[in-house]
């Protein structure tokens, strides 16, 4: 069998046995995600790796490691939170005002371990204390990768994971665990974390006011990434935010649906 052929059988392996919605991920991705494995665990061809991966569990699943990578952390990429906290935030509370439900609803699609989601949830709780406004907060945390969403429901971080916070933010929300940080109950009393494929979601109801889907699908095939952002804007109520990460860009028709608030930092409105 050739390069191309192989490639084919380990990318049905990956489908099988991982159930991982590999068809939706780019050739040059999987290969680079790849080569980085085959590199660690010594193995000189794609031939070699495949019978690596039959006979050896823990391999296989540091590949599906390797191809969800989750690298995250607390307000990542500071001048997007800034934005949200200055005038997205505020703007979703007024609106609130004239809405049917008291409930801000929020979706931080692939979560990763929840610094994202934690993140938003203070942010959130710190808004609706300045605007004396009483309503709720409801965030959803949604990742494909089980041990991240294990992760952030335990809400536990080292102490280093926590240096990009506010220390007032560190000392009103986290309480320590030994040299750890772990998020306060009255913050994680608004958040779910849960399972859940981006490759294979159903449209639903317009139920959020902000979504933010932020360094997940860079490396969704471009047919999939645009089916996604048509979904995302008809699950944002009219005036709701969505947020992509900050080198990624809107493509399909959503991009001309979407109103762009920022362009810097991937800030977009549903208007109608
Ligand atoms: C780099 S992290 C991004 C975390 C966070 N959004 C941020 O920007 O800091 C990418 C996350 O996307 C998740 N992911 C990758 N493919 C996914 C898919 N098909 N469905 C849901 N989540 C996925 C990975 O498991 C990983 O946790």
């Given at each position: 069998?050739?390069?191309?052929d192989?490639?084919?059988?380990?990318?049905?392996?990956?489908?099988?046995?991982?159930?991982?919605?590999?068809?939706?991920?780019?050739?040059?991705?999987?290969?680079?995600r790849?080569?980085?494995?085959?590199?660690?665990?010594?193995?000189?061809?794609i031939?070699?790796?495949?019978?690596?991966?039959?006979?050896?569990?823990?391999?296989?699943?540091?590949?599906?490691?390797?191809?969800?990578?989750?690298?995250?952390?607390?307000?990542?990429?500071?001048?997007?939170?800034?934005?949200?906290?200055?005038?997205?935030?505020?703007?979703?509370?007024?609106?609130?005002e004239?809405?049917?439900?008291?409930?801000?609803?929020?979706?931080?699609?692939?979560?990763?371990?929840?610094?994202?989601?934690?993140?938003?949830?203070?942010?959130?709780?710190?808004?609706?204390?300045?605007?004396?406004?009483?309503?709720?907060?409801?965030?959803?945390?949604?990742?494909?990768?089980?041990?991240?969403?294990?992760?952030?429901?335990?809400?536990?971080?080292?102490?280093n994971?926590v240096?990009?916070?506010?220390?007032?933010?560190?000392?009103?929300?986290?309480?320590?665990?030994?040299d750890?940080?772990?998020?306060?109950?009255?913050?994680?009393?608004?958040?779910?974390?849960s399972f859940?494929d981006?490759?294979?979601?159903?449209?639903?109801?317009?139920?959020?006011?902000?979504?933010?889907c932020?360094?997940?699908i860079i490396?969704?095939?471009?047919?999939?990434?645009?089916?996604?952002?048509?979904?995302?804007?008809?699950?944002?109520?009219?005036?709701?935010?969505?947020?992509?990460?900050?080198?990624e860009?809107?493509?399909?028709?959503?991009?001309?649906?979407?109103?762009?608030?920022?362009?810097?930092?991937?800030?977009?409105?549903?208007?109608?």
């Amino acid at each position: 069998m050739n390069d191309k052929d192989n490639l084919l059988v380990l990318r049905n392996l990956i489908q099988n046995k991982l159930h991982f919605e590999i068809t939706q991920y780019k050739d040059r991705y999987i290969e680079r995600r790849l080569n980085a494995r085959m590199g660690l665990t010594h193995v000189k061809s794609i031939n070699e790796y495949i019978a690596l991966l039959k006979k050896d569990p823990d391999e296989l699943s540091k590949l599906k490691d390797a191809l969800t990578i989750n690298v995250t952390e607390f307000f990542r990429n500071p001048g997007t939170f800034n934005i949200l906290e200055k005038s997205i935030i505020p703007q979703i509370i007024t609106n609130k005002e004239s809405d049917s439900t008291d409930v801000i609803k929020v979706w931080s699609a692939g979560c990763s371990s929840g610094e994202e989601t934690y993140t938003l949830a203070i942010l959130f709780l710190e808004g609706l204390k300045k605007s004396h406004k009483k309503f709720k907060v409801s965030i959803n945390g949604t990742d494909i990768d089980r041990k991240s969403i294990l992760t952030a429901k335990t809400g536990i971080y080292e102490g280093n994971k926590v240096k990009s916070i506010r220390k007032d933010l560190v000392d009103k929300y986290f309480q320590p665990v030994g040299d750890d940080y772990e998020i306060k109950p009255s913050v994680k009393q608004h958040i779910r974390f849960s399972f859940l494929d981006l490759t294979g979601i159903n449209k639903k109801a317009p139920i959020y006011d902000l979504i933010l889907c932020r360094n997940v699908i860079i490396y969704f095939k471009e047919d999939m990434k645009k089916e996604l952002f048509l979904n995302f804007y008809d699950m944002l109520r009219k005036n709701g935010f969505f947020i992509q990460g900050k080198n990624e860009s809107l493509i399909g028709d959503a991009k001309d649906q979407f109103v762009t608030v920022n362009l810097a930092e991937r800030v977009y409105k549903k208007m109608k």
